[in-house]
């Protein structure tokens, strides 16, 4: 009975963190909430879910900037804006003189600063280009685009295990309840992501690098804001995403 209890909650959990870390309509329900909040370590398993999603448009015979216009589509069609909107508070945060109460009014701020415009115009321009770029490499496509959705969302779990929140909210909810073991989870459940080019090295590159990133900011920001937060969480998974394949793109290449 505790068993089969214990392994529905965490079934609600991954489809909390599917449901609410995407606009896939698999579970918003408080008790998805409750048991996603209980089970932070399963994000990396949305990294799977998204990247199946996002490696459609290069199985497709087109050409090569079309890929990489449906592969941004793709992306965005399956997890929202939300993780935008952090990216472009944490940027117009970051981007902010002053103290760390400076900073976190311009994040609450809605109005969208250069900052925050630049940030996502980078983002943008450059995952098109890894999709224009990897359309011409099928096979490394399918492995890459993958492997840097799990590895955005092993930063995300980086950031939630080690940063402190600011204040109440997503951040808050996950952090309270995340520590050390929860990344050791997490990390292991991304560890198979670093097949899908074996027996080429690119997608371990692009996993490790999703994690730096995560751990990147969780330094910066705790130093910066005096903590994290949902957008904090949200800018990592944009950034860990382009950064990781721009890691993987260069090591399968060279």
Do not use: C
Request: proline share 4%.
């Amino acid at each position: 009975m505790g068993m089969s209890s214990g392994s529905g909650g965490l079934l609600r959990g991954v489809q909390g963190a599917i449901g609410f870390l995407t606009w896939l309509p698999v579970g918003r329900s408080e008790a998805h909430w409750k048991s996603f909040a209980a089970h932070p370590w399963v994000i990396p398993i949305v990294g799977y879910v998204v990247g199946v999603i996002a490696v459609v448009p290069f199985l497709l015979p087109l050409p090569g900037p079309l890929v990489g216009a449906l592969y941004l589509l793709a992306i965005y069609l399956a997890t929202g804006i939300n993780h935008v909107d952090g990216l472009l508070d944490l940027a117009d945060g970051l981007a902010t003189h002053g103290d760390a109460e400076r900073a976190l009014a311009a994040m609450q701020d809605s109005a969208v600063g250069v900052a925050g415009v630049l940030s996502l115009g980078i983002v943008l321009v450059g995952l098109f280009a890894m999709g224009q770029t990897l359309a011409g490499l099928p096979r490394a496509a399918v492995g890459l685009v993958l492997a840097a959705e799990v590895g955005a969302k092993l930063g995300m779990v980086a950031v939630i295990a080690l940063g402190t929140a600011t204040h109440e909210g997503l951040g808050e909810a996950l952090s309270s309840v995340a520590g050390r073991g929860t990344l050791l989870a997490a990390s292991i459940l991304a560890l198979p992501a670093v097949l899908v080019t074996w027996p080429r090295p690119a997608a371990i590159a692009t996993l490790v690098m999703g994690a730096s990133v995560g751990l990147a900011i969780v330094w910066w920001t705790q130093r910066r804001l005096g903590g994290i937060s949902g957008d904090v969480m949200g800018a990592t998974n944009e950034l860990a995403r382009l950064a990781g394949l721009g890691a993987g793109v260069i090591l399968w290449t060279l």
